[in-house]
């Protein structure tokens, strides 16, 4: 029996769906494995308890974990720990983002025995195999593993297209839990149709993943998972996590032909210029199959910021102004991320995007805002590199991971680093409490009416003087009304 575990990822009480243990799961046979969602347990039921039970109970081949950076890596250290000392014999595997990336810092471990490096599917198949019969782990593309006191990264291996891949056993999951009410509809699903990003930001986790490539799944399919979930689970709206959804216009366009009839509502992350490069027949085509918003990340109001970060094609600010106005005309709601503080003249670079948005919100003031904060990945380029000019390092053991500073920069929220000083980071807490009681978000169901009208009318003289320096009243009305963070809880 092998456990499919989702350590504890988010207070928001809509758990989300989780993903990328279902991939792993579709290629295994039904009765290999169990799926334990920390996010589901409450009520003093504790997953580690129930994990021991089920490996006092039955023989393990491995508990496998999924770990992204924040709560998660918290608590899979905090369990996996736990794990090991109840279950000593049983190998613990790690993948996902946060051993994708930091494969040998985990490996210090002793509660951690293998990584498995990004896309995880066929790696995961293959190292059962050899645990399962035997066999040498030095064969698996894909593993980290320690071998005589030493880590030992295998060749990476090359990426899978979705399509050849089973499709996910929602049958293993109780999918009703993962059916949310918000903005989008009454039960909105989850999916992720392609993996990858040709593009290679130099803030992104997801370059390492992929390598620049992109492996999208075909429409035909995208249209059955759709299908699935609105006729055996009644989903009334779709999500799409992809990292980047929109990089193939004539997917697009079939897929929203061939969703058409399912009358709902969509949501979907992509690029300014890759949408500002479709035709306006597409744009019809995914207003009328219920694209309702649309995330793009924005990053900067300069261009010069824009080129540090590599970010590639042809993003720049005016595109990013254009398709602000493109989306209006269409209806559909486009939400922009931005990434501030980037070193070196972390306040200048916040400053010029503070003025952005405000440009930004002129032309559509239904554009949602996200502000996040420059958090180093390791992947090579001109910020990166200048973060370690600057003296950054990342962490080396998972104490550190998990204490001190760390866990908030993992949340890519007041980060503390050698290029920020606080200033940086309350002037952008200022200004975002301004600037969302000034437009409060549309995806807050609790936020209408009355209590929108307050916060727009006590705001509205800060906005228009710029000044957002001790919004006390607005924080404590925030407070009352209990705002809710779009970046950091998901709708
Ligand atoms: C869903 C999601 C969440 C969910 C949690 C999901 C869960 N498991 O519980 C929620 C919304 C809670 C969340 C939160 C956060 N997230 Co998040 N999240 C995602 C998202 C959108 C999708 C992940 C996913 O399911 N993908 C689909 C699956 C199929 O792909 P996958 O996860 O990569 O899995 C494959 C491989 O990684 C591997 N694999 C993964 N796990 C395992 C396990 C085993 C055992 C094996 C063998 C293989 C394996 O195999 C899988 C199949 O190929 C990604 C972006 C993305 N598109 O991937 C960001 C992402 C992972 N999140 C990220 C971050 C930073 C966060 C936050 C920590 C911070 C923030 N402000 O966003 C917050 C925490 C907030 C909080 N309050 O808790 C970053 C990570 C950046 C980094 N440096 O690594 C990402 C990459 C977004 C981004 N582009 O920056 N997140």
Known sequence: MIILYNPWSTPSPKKPLPMSLLAVASMLPPDAYTIVDANLYGNGDDPVDAMVRIGREQVLTAIAVTVMPGPQLLHAVADCRRLKQALPSVPIVWGGYFPSQH??????????????????????????????????????????????????????????????????????????????????????????????????????????????????????????????????????????????????????????????????????????????????TTWHKMRQSGLTMVFCGAESGSDAVL?????????????TLELARRAKAFGIVPEFSFVLGNPPDAMADTEATLRFVRELKTINHEAEIILYTYTPVPVDGTLYNEARALGFRFPETLDEWTSGVWPAFALRRDVTAPWLNGS?????????????????????????????????????????????????????????FRYQRPETTGF
């Not at 080129?307 to 595109?319: E, H």
């Open 103 to 280: 494969a040998a810092t985990c490996l210090r471990e002793p509660y951690v025995d293998i990584c498995v490096r990004s896309q995880g599917e066929q790696t995961f198949r293959e190292l059962v195999d050899v645990l399962t019969r035997g066999g040498a782990l030095s064969g698996v593309a894909g593993l980290s593993y320690r071998e005589d006191g030493h880590v030992r990264h295998n060749p990476r291996r090359p990426l899978t297209p979705p399509d050849s891949l089973p499709e996910w056993p929602y049958d293993r999951v109780p999918m009703t839990r993962y059916l949310h009410h918000h903005y989008l509809g009454r039960r909105v699903a989850s999916h992720h149709s392609s993996f990858g990003c040709p593009f290679a930001c130099n803030f992104c986790a997801v370059v390492g993943m992929s390598s620049q490539r992109w492996l999208p799944e075909s429409p035909a399919r995208m249209e059955r998972v759709t299908s699935r979930f609105c006729q055996e689970y009644g989903a009334d709206a779709l999500q799409f996590h992809d990292m980047d959804f929109f990089v193939s216009e004539s997917r697009t366009a079939e897929f929203a032909d061939r969703i058409a009839r399912f009358n709902i509502r969509w949501w979907a992350l992509g690029r300014v210029d890759e949408l500002m490069r479709y035709h306006d």
């Open 307 to 319: 080129a540090r970060m590599n970010k590639g094609g042809r993003a720049s600010a005016s595109l």
């Open 424 to 480: 940086v980071r309350t002037r952008v807490r200022d200004f975002e409490s301004v600037l969302n009681a000034y437009y409060p978000t549309v995806t807050d169901l609790r936020l209408r009416g009355w209590r929108r009208a307050v916060l727009r009318t006590l705001s509205g003289w800060r906005y228009r003087t710029g000044t957002y320096a001790y919004p006390v009243e607005l924080n404590l009305l925030q407070k009352i």
